[in-house]
């Protein structure tokens, strides 16, 4: 039996919780404001569509909008149970994570995302950093050193035989 994550672990993984809902309030949002969508759409750089190419680009942003919001919420909270049971490589994943997040985030500072979007995800960054920095604590490395080293969760050669 694995002894309980240690205090910094246990705080990371509830951040990853906070992360998960911050996320699809982000993606809730995204929804919600679906009507702005096509007209920024148009003023930014894409006023020589037809009203054909506008809708094909509106219905793939909108695919995307979905896509990221379920994979965002679901990656939290894979993170947050990997982590909170100690794997090495769920540590590794989520500074990983992290890292393209962030750098999508500096990316649409320079986009022309809605001024809401960069502020919901400066919150969504925020949180991802505190999580970093706590999983990084000595007693957090302790932990993930301590526990077992196992492969990402998938079919196993048990359950395949």
Known sequence: MRADPPPSVA????????GAVASGLNFLLGLAFMGQLRTSIRQHGAHHL???????AFAAAIVAI???GILGVALWLWMAHANGLGYRWARRTATGLFAVFAADWLASLVNADPAWTKLTSFVVLGVGAATILLLYRPEASAYFHGARAAPPPGPTTESAA
């Not at 705080?11 to 906070?18: I, R």
């Open 66 to 68: 979905v896509v990221a």
């Open 11 to 18: 705080q990371a993984v509830k951040l990853m919780h906070a």
């Open 50 to 56: 037809t009203d054909h190419q506008l809708n094909a």
